[in-house]
């Protein structure tokens, strides 16, 4: 049994900062990538960031500049910093671990509750 828990969503204003933490838990063997992906009303759920086992980063565009994903491997954890929030980042943000319960086992993807952003202008 493997469980995402995010915290640190909230109500921010625009042009403040939050900062969203999310510790995998459970029977793991190893995570690879691990990563950020929100969802707004009405839209698809598109990726925020992603960082690696080795601290390669990837950053949507729309974050690009204004954000930072980092790792904390010891702890299974991964940090997710966003600033000069906008209305438009709005929206429940997930994060994910693609993880191995066992050497034997294939590699599957696991993903969080869910935390509110809401950015008010």
């Known amino acids: 049994q493997v469980q995402l828990v995010e915290s640190g969503g909230g109500l921010v204003q625009a042009g403040g900062s939050l900062r969203l933490s999310c510790a995998a838990s459970?029977?793991?063997?190893?995570?690879?990538?691990m990563g950020w992906y929100r969802q707004a009303p009405g839209k698809q759920r598109e990726l925020v960031a992603q960082i690696t086992s080795g601290g390669s980063t990837t950053y949507a565009d729309s974050v690009k500049g204004r954000s930072t994903i980092s790792r904390d491997n010891a702890k299974n954890t991964v940090y997710l910093h966003l600033n000069s929030l906008k209305p438009e980042d709005t929206a429940v943000y997930y994060c994910s671990s693609d993880l191995r319960q066992d050497p034997s086992r294939f590699q599957y993807r696991y993903w969080g509750q869910g935390t509110q952003v809401t950015v008010s202008s």
């Open positions: 459970g029977s793991i063997f190893s995570i690879n990538v």
